[in-house]
C-alpha cells in the first residue's frame, strides 16, 4: 500500500481464510523521492504519455525492490505466497465527471512476473463501472473486523476516510486529513510533518480563515463521496490563504488541524457510536486524538493498535484482505458506501507466469 501521503510504502504479511485474518509480518519502506517529485508533478502539471508510462514502470520497480527486500529480510519464500494486493499509486481519482475514472499507477504485471507472485490491483476501475465511486474500499474491511453496531473507524491518512457502523452502514471521505498540515510544515518548518500535533498546539486557531477553508462545497456534498490529492492540495490551500497574508504561519498550522477535526466530529454527531477506532499515521499525532477525545466526550477514542491492529498497516493489511477477496473470486456490496449498483467482484489478477 502506498497512499497519498506519498510518505512510505507499506507491506503486510497476511495469513486469510473465510473467518479470520492473521497479520504474520509488517514493515514499512521508503518511498523514493525522486519517484514522489514525478508524482506530485503529475498531479498538478500537465505531463507527456512518455512521463506516465515511465512513472507507471517506476513505481513498479519500486514496489518490486521493496516487496523483494521484505520477503529476503523474513526470509519467506515467494511460491509461499498466494497473491499480492497492490493498491498503486493514486495519481487521479475523478469519481463524479461524465467519464469517471481512478488511476493507480505502479505496473502490476512486471510485479508479478519479477516476483513470481500472482498479483491483484486495480481494485477501484470495477466498483465506477458500478456506478460507484471507486473509494473508499476499506469499510468493507472495517465492517468484517469490527461490526458491533456502535462503532465507527476512521482512517487518518493523507484524506479522512470514515467507516460508520450502527443500524446503518456508511462509509466516505471525510476530507483533508495530514495532505495540507504536511505541505505547510514542509514549507515552513523543513520537516516533514508535524510530529504528536507539536507546532499546531503552539499556534492559534484563527476563526476566520477556519470558516473560509470549511466553506468549500465539498463539505456541503452528502455522502456517497470521494476526494484526492488532485482536489485538496498546495494550490487549493495557497488559493484559500490569498486573503489571510498576515496570519502566522504557525497559526495556519492550528487552523489546519482544526480544519481535519471539525467534519469528523460532525460526520459523528448524531451517530449512536461508542467507540472510535482511529488507524493512519495521524493515529500517531497526539495533539489531534486528545482533540477528537475530548470533543467526543461520550464516545471512546482508541487506536486499533489497543485491538490488536498496528494502525499503520491497517490500510495494508484491508489490501491483502481485498487480494483474498478477488482470488476466490468473492464480490463485496459497497452500494451503501460508495453507491455502486451492485455487489461487485473488485481488482484485476495479473498471473505471475
Ligand atoms: N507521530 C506523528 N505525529 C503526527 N503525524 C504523524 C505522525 N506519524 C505519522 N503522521 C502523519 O501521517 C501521515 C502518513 O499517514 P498514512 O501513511 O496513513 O497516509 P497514507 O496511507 O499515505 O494516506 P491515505 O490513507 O490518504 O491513502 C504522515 O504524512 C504524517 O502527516
Ligand atoms: C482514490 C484513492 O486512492 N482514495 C484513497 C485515499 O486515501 C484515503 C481515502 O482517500 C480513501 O478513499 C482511499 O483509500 C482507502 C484505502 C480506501 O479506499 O478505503
Redesign the pocket.
Known amino acids: ?1 502506498s ?2 501521503s506519498l510518505d512510505g510504502i507499506d507491506i503486510a504479511l497476511c495469513k486469510i481464510d473465510e473467518n479470520s485474518i492473521q497479520t504474520l509480518q509488517t514493515k514499512e519502506y521508503p518511498f523514493d523521492k525522486q519517484i514522489k517529485e514525478d508524482v506530485l508533478k503529475t498531479i498538478s502539471n500537465p505531463i507527456t504519455l512518455e512521463f506516465l508510462g515511465t512513472l507507471n514502470h517506476k513505481l513498479a520497480l519500486m514496489y518490486t525492490n521493496a516487496i523483494k527486500n521484505f520477503l529476503k529480510e523474513f526470509e519467506v519464500k515467494a511460491e509461499k505466497i498466494i497473491a499480492i494486493g497492490l ?1 498503486g499509486q ?1 495519481i487521479w ?1 475523478s469519481p463524479n465527471k461524465p467519464y469517471p475514472f ?1 488511476m ?1 499507477l505502479g505496473d502490476g504485471s512486471f510485479v508479478a512476473k519479477k516476483l513470481q507472485i500472482d498479483v491483484v490491483n486495480d ?2 476501475s470495477g466498483d465506477i463501472a458500478n456506478n460507484g465511486q ?6 468493507a474491511f472495517h465492517k468484517s473486523l469490527f461490526d458491533d453496531k456502535q462503532t465507527a473507524v476512521l ?1 487518518l ?5 470514515i467507516t460508520i457502523l450502527t443500524k446503518e452502514y456508511l ?1 466516505f ?1 471525510i476530507g483533508v ?1 495530514n495532505i495540507l498540515s504536511d505541505y505547510w510544515i514542509q514549507k515552513n518548518q523543513k520537516t516533514p510533518f508535524d510530529k504528536d500535533g507539536v507546532w499546531a498546539k503552539s499556534g492559534k486557531v484563527n476563526e476566520e480563515l477556519l470558516r473560509v477553508l470549511l466553506d468549500d462545497p465539498y463539505f456541503k456534498k452528502l455522502p456517497p463521496k ?3 490529492r488532485e482536489y485538496f492540495n498546495a494550490s487549493w490551500l495557497e488559493d484559500k490563504l490569498k486573503n489571510f497574508s498576515s496570519i502566522n504561519a504557525v497559526d495556519i498550522q492550528a487552523t489546519l488541524l482544526e480544519f481535519v477535526s471539525i467534519p469528523i466530529i460532525e460526520a459523528l454527531k448524531t451517530k449512536e457510536i461508542k467507540r472510535l477506532i482511529v488507524c ?1 499515521g495521524g493515529a500517531q499525532n497526539k495533539y489531534l486524538m486528545e482533540k477528537l477525545s475530548n470533543r467526543l466526550n461520550k464516545i471512546k477514542v482508541i487506536k486499533s493498535d489497543e485491538l490488536g491492529i498496528d494502525s499503520n498497516f491497517l ?1 495494508a493489511i ?2 491483502a484482505w481485498l487480494a483474498f477477496k478477488r482470488i476466490n473470486h468473492q464480490a463485496i456490496d459497497l452500494s451503501a458506501i460508495t453507491g455502486s449498483s451492485k455487489p461487485t467482484i473488485l481488482g484485476a489478477i495479473h498471473g505471475k507466469d
Open positions: 500500500m497512499g497519498t493498491h493514486t481519482h481512478s493507480q481494485f477501484r471507486g473509494a473508499p474500499l476499506t469499510p482512517n491518512g493523507g484524506i479522512a476516510n462509509g471521505d486529513a470521494s476526494t484526492g493512519g490500510e484491508a489490501f
